[in-house]
């Protein structure tokens, strides 16, 4: 709900992005004075960036998952090492 008369909305009904279909923003009244074109800038800013971190997404997940997979890999074998050299320093 939008409480006011007063309020600069800019509705984005073709985002050009793979994320959103349809983006609406409400200007902040501090910020309502600004020229066309730098809210336009504005707005062409936000929606890029948010679709450069969407599409980076799946790959930054799939990346720290084989990284935590690694690490407990490494974290298991040398724990294995350690005990060989545990149980052979035994024997001996």
């Keep these: 709900m939008v409480k006011g008369v007063n ?7 073709n985002t050009g992005s793979k994320v959103f ?3 609406v923003f409400y200007v902040s009244p501090a910020c309502s004075n600004l020229s066309a074109k730098n809210l336009n800038r504005a707005v062409r800013n936000f929606t890029f ?17 084989i990284t935590r997979r690694r690490i407990v ?8 090492i350690v005990a060989a050299a545990i149980t052979l320093a035994i024997i001996l």
């Design 73 to 80: 890999m490494a974290t298991i074998l040398g724990a294995v």
């Design 21 to 23: 279909d349809r983006i």
């Design 7 to 13: 309020k600069t909305i800019i509705e984005v009904n």
């Design 49 to 65: 960036q948010l679709d450069e971190r969407a599409g980076r997404g799946y790959k930054s997940l799939r990346s720290r998952h």
